[in-house]
């Protein structure tokens, strides 16, 4: 460790950087021989194991894994290519050795990224320990791995290859260098972790947390409603036309970039949608041809003009819609709305929040703890929306306990609630 003087009043600590495996650079694991020696190798070791996935985020349009990093003491690094065993199916199926490492507890980091896409190749947890997780139950100001090893360890990870395209094939040896490194020093991280969580009281939170993240890390995913919504810019739309236009494009991209498997802003960025709606909302008297698409940005490139057709075919569906159809301005909640908009409809409602949540905020911070891993925004939201005038503890404990909240939570936050109600 270094100190290097910047033109701050206090200097910059800088790390070595973690650079290769101290076993080096395992061979890639594609073929069922060598996944039997790797489950035999992982099998024989001891202690926890470390897991971490890499997908093609911003490449590709499925969030699955296309690399599988497993560490074990004793077992050595395996890195596991998860398309070499699809077999002509979807995905892999590695439930042979999720069921080889069931008594063991996985190390992940921000285990609800990779939960999912382990889940689709059948390689979940039984136990748990998230290591992020973790550090936001201590309070620590950076949650990010890199700055978790450089506080534990005194060592910094390089993150070079964090955003590559994990699809490609062959995979660069220097890319599963990194892969590598990401679960190198996983278990002496839980170690650290687990030492100052017992000394601050708080590793019996932690095991609530990760039991529960074990518990529902198969649970399917919850669809978003409306998700063109989440379109960069679609705020700057002013009529409802234009959101029409905006949502029948989304949809006619995402078709295109399901059935390409690729990223959606690859098959056409959220800025040309949103400035074709532009277009339609400032001149609807413009003939909707390929002369006038052409003419907005982005839509003469070779990627657009791939699927020019598709494009004028979602416009003139959407301008050609019945005004009963048109997208309403703003979506419309399917559970509570936020409580901003509680003042008129809600008053008391209203006047409760506003009371719990800073008596909240000020205990989260006396317990060195973001008031978001107290008790979840949605759960006090869903007990306090449209609330009874009064509600006991036993009553707020058991509403919060079918939302979600884990023992612990309910332990500190009912008696803070219903001191307020």
Aim: net charge negative; aromatic share 6%; hydrophobic share 40%.
């Amino acid at each position: 460790m270094a100190e290097v003087e910047t033109e701050a009043t206090q200097p910059v600590v800088t790390y070595p950087v973690l650079a290769a495996p101290a076993e080096g650079v395992p061979p890639l694991v594609d073929t069922p021989a060598a996944l039997e020696a790797s489950q035999a190798a992982l099998a024989a070791g001891h202690g926890p194991v470390g897991v971490d996935t890499e997908r093609a985020h911003g490449y590709r349009y499925t969030a699955k894994a296309y690399l599988i990093q497993l560490r074990r003491d004793g077992g050595g690094t395996h890195l596991i290519d998860p398309t070499a065993f699809e077999n002509g199916q979807p995905r892999a199926d590695f439930s042979a050795l999720a069921a080889q490492l069931s008594d063991v507890d996985w190390i992940l980091h921000a285990a609800s990224q990779d939960l999912p896409c382990l889940a689709e190749v059948k390689l979940l947890p039984r136990q748990l320990f998230d290591t992020e997780l973790a550090a936001r139950l201590l309070g620590l100001p950076r949650v990010n791995l890199s700055a978790l090893m450089e506080q534990a360890l005194g060592l910094s990870l390089a993150k070079e290859h964090s955003a590559a395209d994990w699809s490609k094939r062959p995979i660069p040896e220097d890319w599963l260098n990194y892969a590598a490194l990401d679960v190198e020093r996983l278990t002496e991280l839980r170690e650290w972790q687990i030492e100052r969580l017992t000394e601050a009281d708080k590793l019996d939170w932690a095991m609530q947390e990760f039991e529960y993240l074990a518990e529902h890390a198969n649970d399917p995913a919850v669809p978003r409603k409306e998700p063109w919504r989440r379109l960069t810019g679609l705020h700057t739309l002013r009529t409802l036309l234009g959101l029409a236009v905006a949502r029948e494009l989304w949809l006619a991209r995402e078709e295109l970039a399901r059935s390409e498997d690729r990223a959606p802003g690859r098959v056409l960025p959220d800025r040309n949608i949103v400035e074709v709606a532009r277009s339609i909302e400032t001149n609807r008297e413009r003939r909707l041809d390929r002369t006038w698409l052409r003419g907005i940005s982005g839509f003469a490139k070779r990627s657009a003009l791939r699927n020019e057709q598709q494009w004028l075919a979602a416009v003139n569906r959407a301008v050609q819609l019945p005004k009963a159809e048109y997208p309403a301005r703003h979506l419309i909640p399917d559970g509570p709305p936020q409580p901003r908009a509680w003042e008129r409809r809600w008053p008391e409602s209203f006047e409760r929040f506003n009371r719990v949540r800073p008596a909240l905020i000020e205990l989260a911070e006396s317990l060195e703890v973001p008031v978001e891993n107290l008790l979840s925004p949605d759960h006090l939201r869903r007990l306090l929306w449209d609330s009874p005038a009064t509600m006991d503890a036993t009553e707020a404990d058991q509403r919060l306990a079918e939302l979600g909240a884990r023992q612990w939570q309910r332990e500190l936050a009912v008696p803070v609630i219903t001191q307020l109600w």
